[in-house]
């Protein structure tokens, strides 16, 4: 819990830059360096893995750093992480900030560095960015819309009127906010009632306590929609403990690899995958584009849309 | 006029037993009162279904707060509890799903290993004269660590194998359920009646007297220790059974959890003082109010300001009672 003091970080720094620069000797393939959120979280780990596995088919177009925090509510962290690579001089910077907001005033340190950054995972206020005159490429999956095909493909399940609840991930983010909102989008368009949205923090244990709630309060629930699969988990054991299987329809998010015994027997109805392994990929595809002086195909919102795919189980 | 200090140490005897009475009193009052609340706010709060599936949701932190009530009352703390609990359902997944192991095997050596961290805190606390907070803290990290090597950082699915540790058996009650409260029962009893008890309460009250009583306080700091450890690993199963799945994510802040339904329940921080039965309150209270509050939908910031609120009000409150305890002896 507590910081290394300032000193230590400098001398960090200048061993970075000392060991930095005799690698940097050596080398003439551009750095790109991925910074990444908490390497804890599977989604990340599975992200960096598909970083690290590209790097190695294409071993001469770029060399690769990949850098994570370890709580992923750590902005401090990842602003040192960033500044570091600064000092290092890395030719591109990928990021999946930890912050939308409180990332922003490093990442225009690097552009003023002459970095090309481009920005995954968790979108860049728009706003922030413009009040600083910066353009930073945003390559992700779009998640309103996914969250909207699980949506849809569970309303088809369900009679109008229905009441369904939805567990939202950490209400502060990008990602939480734009599942539910696509979850409400759907449900709305096939006029179903909303009764409950309540967090349960991507979290298992959380994700399970708040569905065992709904399921107690509202007798006729008939659907739960988690904003990513680990809450899905949680919400298939508060049904089944709540002796309510079958009645209870759940949805998930992510496509994560434990839910995969549960889509096969239909305890969870659908989830969506946007290709985790792959989104750094994409980031790292634009980013090489741009560094050999291509502008990236970006649409008119300055976004790359990546694709996000719906899973259903057991028909 | 006898300081509160003063009264505790002649009557540390009977000082446990006493607390728990007054104690448990006012704390079945407010949990009476939350539970009146919200059944005003909800419209099926006050229904079997909520408290049978509160009961099956809450032995983790029961036994959780039954190891921390102990490491509390011989004045330690032990923050590595949420870690820990991770790492042995990371062993019970890696033995079950990577080794090919059977339950009960792989059940046993999640325990073992949860209480061996365990003893390793303590021992190392015990052999450098390390306060607790900072060697748990290390802990809390390296075990954390350990469990994402495990799983490979990854949520693994482990299946209804241990199910029938979570599954109602009669009027809606898990097995799990009765294991924790048979936990709680059987710590109070130690803690109360036995020389071992004791001997915690008085470590806790005035290290330094037990010692010069020809008492060596260090095994039982360790094996206070190894017990929370051992505990950890029953609350992983718990956990592992319910959820199905082991999440090298689990039981992250779930230390303080832990500890604040521990200090509601009014053992105090300081040592020397604590009931495991006023904990189980502390742990209802703190589960109720979680439920009710998602329960009647209330935001996630508000849950969040009310949770801690409930929590400085009854230490406030404990101060009180502390001080009426001391006028009575």
């Given at each position: 819990m507590h910081l290394p003091s300032l000193g230590r970080i400098r001398a960090l720094a200048v061993l970075a830059v000392l060991f930095t620069a005799s690698v940097a000797c050596a080398e003439d393939r551009p750095k790109v360096t991925l910074v990444m959120k908490s390497l804890a979280n599977e989604f990340f780990l599975t992200m960096k893995d598909g970083a690290k596995a590209y790097?190695?088919?294409?071993?001469?177009?770029?060399?690769?750093?990949?850098?994570?925090?370890?709580?992923?509510?750590?902005?401090?962290?990842?602003?040192?992480?960033?500044?570091?690579?600064?000092?290092s001089r890395v030719d591109a910077l990928v990021i999946a900030p930890a912050d939308s907001k409180a990332l922003v005033p490093v990442i225009k340190r690097a552009m003023d560095a002459g970095i090309i950054v481009i920005n995954?995972?968790?979108?860049?206020?728009?706003?922030?960015?413009?009040?600083?005159?910066?353009?930073?490429p945003f390559v992700g999956p779009d998640n309103r819309k996914g969250a909207r095909l699980v949506g849809d493909y569970l309303a088809s399940r369900l009679k109008a009127g229905d009441e369904v609840g939805i567990i939202e991930g950490v209400p502060t983010t990008t990602n939480a906010q734009q599942r539910t909102a696509g979850f409400q989008d759907a449900m709305e368009a096939a006029q179903m009632k909303v009764v409950s949205v309540q967090s349960g923090n991507w979290e298992i244990n959380k994700g399970n306590a708040v569905a065992s709630a709904m399921l107690n309060e509202y007798p006729n629930l008939k659907a739960l929609?988690?904003?990513?699969?680990?809450?899905?988990?949680?919400?298939?054991?508060?049904?089944?403990?709540?002796?309510?299987?079958?009645?209870?329809?759940?949805?998930?998010?992510?496509?994560?690899?434990?839910?995969?015994?549960?889509?096969?027997?239909?305890?969870?109805?659908?989830?969506?995958?946007?290709?985790?392994?792959?989104?750094?990929v994409f980031g790292i595809e634009a980013a090489l584009k741009m560094l050999k002086g291509e502008k990236p195909e970006v649409d008119?919102?300055?976004?790359?849309?990546?694709?996000?795919?719906?899973?259903?189980?057991k028909q | 006029m006898k300081t509160s200090s003063l009264g505790t140490a002649p009557t540390a005897k009977r000082a446990p037993g006493r607390l728990a009475f007054g104690t448990c009193f006012g704390l079945a009052g407010a949990l009476l009162g939350m539970v009146a609340l919200f059944s005003l706010l909800s419209s099926h709060f006050l229904s079997y279904a909520t408290f049978s599936t509160l009961a099956n949701q809450i032995p983790d932190l029961m036994v959780l707060a039954v190891g921390m009530t102990f490491v509390l009352v011989i004045g330690g703390i032990d923050l590595s509890v949420?870690?820990?609990?991770?790492?042995?359902?990371?062993?019970?997944?890696?033995?079950?799903?990577?080794?090919?192991?059977?339950?009960?095997?792989?059940?046993?050596?999640?325990?073992?290993?949860?209480?061996?961290?365990?003893?390793?805190?303590?021992?190392?606390?015990?052999?450098?004269?390390?306060?607790?907070?900072?060697?748990?803290?290390?802990?809390?990290?390296?075990?954390?660590?350990?469990?994402y090597q495990l799983t490979d950082s990854r949520t693994a699915y482990v299946g209804d194998a241990l199910a029938w540790l979570s599954d109602p058996i009669a009027f809606g009650i898990s097995p799990s359920f009765l294991i924790a409260l048979a936990v709680i029962v059987l710590a109070q009893l130690v803690l109360?009646?036995?020389?071992?008890?004791?001997?915690?309460?008085?470590?806790?009250?005035?290290?330094?007297?037990?010692?010069l009583a020809g008492v060596d306080p260090r095994p039982y700091r360790i094996l206070v220790f190894a017990l929370m450890g051992l505990l950890a690993g029953l609350a992983a199963l718990f956990q592992v059974s319910r959820l199905e799945a082991a999440d090298p994510n689990a039981g992250s802040g779930l230390e303080l959890q832990v500890i604040a339904a521990v200090v509601i329940g009014g053992t105090s921080l300081m040592g020397g003082r604590g009931s495991v039965v006023s904990t189980f309150f502390g742990v209802l209270i703190i589960s109720v109010l979680a439920a009710g509050l998602a329960q009647i939908g209330a935001s996630e910031p508000t849950k969040r300001i009310i949770t801690g609120a409930v929590i400085v009000i009854a230490v406030i409150i404990d101060t009180y009672r502390s001080r009426r305890t001391g006028r009575w002896n």
């Open positions: 790097q190695k088919e294409h071993p001469d177009d770029f060399e690769l750093v990949s850098n994570g925090i370890k709580d992923e509510s750590d902005t401090g962290a990842q602003i040192r992480i960033v500044e570091q690579m600064i000092v995954i995972d968790n979108r860049l206020d728009p706003g922030v960015l413009a009040s600083k005159q910066l353009s930073v929609l988690a904003g990513n699969d680990s809450m899905a988990l949680g919400a298939v054991s508060a049904v089944r403990s709540a002796g309510r299987s079958g009645q209870v329809q759940v949805v998930g998010y992510d496509n994560i690899k434990a839910i995969a015994p549960m889509l096969a027997d239909g305890r969870v109805l659908a989830s969506a995958d946007q290709y985790a392994a792959r989104q750094a008119g919102d300055n976004v790359i849309q990546t694709p996000v795919d719906l899973v259903v189980g | 949420g870690s820990v609990l991770a790492l042995a359902g990371s062993v019970v997944s890696v033995a079950m799903l990577g080794w090919g192991w059977s339950v009960l095997p792989a059940a046993l050596l999640g325990m073992g290993s949860a209480a061996l961290v365990g003893s390793l805190t303590g021992s190392i606390t015990v052999a450098w004269r390390i306060p607790s907070f900072i060697v748990s803290l290390g802990v809390l990290e390296m075990a954390r660590g350990a469990a109360v009646r036995t020389v071992f008890g004791r001997y915690l309460v008085a470590i806790g009250t005035n290290e330094e007297a037990v010692r």
